[in-house]
C-alpha cells in the first residue's frame, strides 16, 4: 500500500534537517528548502533550482505543499480586492486587500466558516468546515502582498485577522502563522502591524497575555449591555460581559497594550443612550479606542444602519469623555468585500 504525502510545511526546520540527514544528505539541506518553502514561497518542489533534481525527487517522493490558489479576484471601484481562495481540499475562504493613501491591509480568514453565531455576520450564516492551518494563513498573506505590489506599488503594511472566522479558535494555527510571518525566515513583518480580532472568548484572551503575544488585540464588541449582545451574538450567553471585562483588564495588565473596540451603531437595536452610557463605562475598565463601523446589509433587511444623529450623539459623549474615537467607513461593498460580508458569494 502506498503511503500518503506529508504536507512538507507542517514540518520544523529542525525536523527538515532530520529528514534529510536520515535520508543520507546534508542537515543544511533542510535549511535550503526550508528557505524556499517560506521565505520564496515556493508552490512546487521544482522551483527549488539550487537543489539537485535527485533531491527534489526525493522531496516529490515524500512530500506535498499543499499551497492555496486564489480561485477568483475581484476587484472594488474604490480599490478593494477580495480574493476568493481554494485550499488544497477544495474549500474555499475569502480574503481581502484594502488600500488607503498611506498603507495596505490584508484582512484574512482563520477559519473556513464560523465558530460563532454573530446575527448580523453573513459568515456566521455558514457552518465551520474546519481550521485554518498556519501555512494556510501565510498564503493568504502573500498573495495580498504580492497584489499590494502589482496594484499599489508598495508592499503589504497591516494585517488585521478580521476576515471569515473566530481567530481564538483556531489559536494554535494562527499563533504559528503569526510566528511565521513575523519571523526573518518569513516576511520579517513587525508584530505591531498585526491586528487579531475576536469577538470575545476571555480564556483564550487571558491565555494570549499569559503567552506574551507583541500583536494588538481588536474587540467585536457592538453592545455593553447583556441582554442586547446576546440578542445579537447569542454566544454571549456563555461569555457574558463581566468575564469579558476581567480578560481585557489581565490582558492590559500583562501586555499594557490598549484594547480597540469595533461597534456597529444599529437602528432600534443599540442606538439609545442607555447603549452609549453602557459604552462608556465599559470603556472606562482598560485604555481603549473605539472604531465605529458603518453597517453592511446581508439581504434580509433585520439590521439597518442608525441614523447619522445617533452616531454623532456616540462619538460626542465617547470624545468629551477623552476617548479616542474612529469612524470606519466601509470599502468594497460593490464585492461584498465588506466588513461582515464575507460569505463565499464570489
Not at 491565555?207 to 441582554?227: G, N, P, W
Request: glycine share 4%.
Amino acid at each position: 500500500m502506498k503511503s500518503k504525502k506529508r504536507d512538507i510545511r507542517a514540518l520544523t526546520k529542525e525536523q527538515l534537517r532530520e529528514f534529510f540527514v536520515e535520508s543520507g544528505d546534508k542537515a543544511f539541506r533542510g535549511n535550503q528548502v526550508y528557505e524556499w518553502l517560506w521565505s520564496k514561497g515556493a508552490h512546487s518542489f521544482d522551483n527549488m533550482t539550487n537543489i539537485s533534481k535527485t533531491t527534489r525527487q526525493i522531496l516529490e517522493d515524500n512530500f506535498v505543499i499543499n499551497h492555496i490558489s486564489v480561485d477568483q479576484m475581484q476587484r472594488s471601484t474604490d480599490g478593494t480586492i477580495k480574493n476568493a481562495v481554494r485550499l488544497h481540499d477544495g474549500l474555499i475562504v475569502e480574503s481581502v486587500l484594502i488600500p488607503t493613501p498611506t498603507r495596505t491591509t490584508a484582512c484574512v480568514s482563520s477559519q473556513v466558516g464560523c465558530s460563532l453565531d454573530c446575527r448580523f455576520c453573513a459568515t456566521a450564516r455558514l457552518k465551520r468546515m474546519r481550521n485554518l492551518n498556519p501555512d494556510e494563513i501565510y498564503d493568504q498573506v502573500v498573495a495580498i502582498d504580492n497584489e499590494s505590489r502589482l496594484y499599489h506599488n508598495r508592499p503589504l503594511s497591516n494585517i488585521v485577522f478580521m476576515g471569515m472566522g473566530e481567530p481564538l479558535m483556531n489559536y494554535n494555527n494562527v499563533i504559528k502563522a503569526i510566528d511565521k510571518i513575523t519571523s526573518s525566515e518569513g516576511l520579517g513583518m513587525s508584530p505591531k502591524r498585526i491586528t487579531v480580532s475576536t469577538s470575545g472568548v476571555p480564556k483564550m484572551i487571558k491565555k494570549m497575555a499569559d503567552d506574551e503575544v507583541r500583536f494588538k488585540l481588536a474587540v467585536s464588541l457592538h453592545s455593553a449591555i447583556d441582554e442586547v449582545r446576546t440578542a445579537i451574538m447569542p454566544f454571549n450567553e456563555n461569555f457574558p460581559l463581566t468575564d469579558l471585562r476581567e480578560a481585557l483588564e489581565y490582558w492590559y495588565e500583562k501586555t499594557k497594550s490598549r484594547i480597540t473596540y469595533e461597534y456597529v451603531v444599529w437602528k432600534g437595536i443599540n442606538d439609545r443612550k442607555e447603549d452609549i452610557n453602557a459604552l462608556l463605562k465599559f470603556c472606562s475598565y482598560v485604555p481603549c479606542k473605539i472604531n465605529l463601523i458603518e453597517y453592511n446589509p446581508i439581504d434580509d433587511g433585520e439590521f439597518q444602519q442608525a441614523s447619522d444623529s445617533a452616531i454623532e450623539q456616540y462619538i460626542n459623549a465617547l470624545e468629551s469623555r477623552g476617548f479616542v474615537v474612529n469612524v470606519r467607513r466601509s470599502r468594497g461593498k460593490d464585492i461584498d468585500a465588506a466588513c461582515g460580508q464575507l460569505a463565499n458569494k464570489s
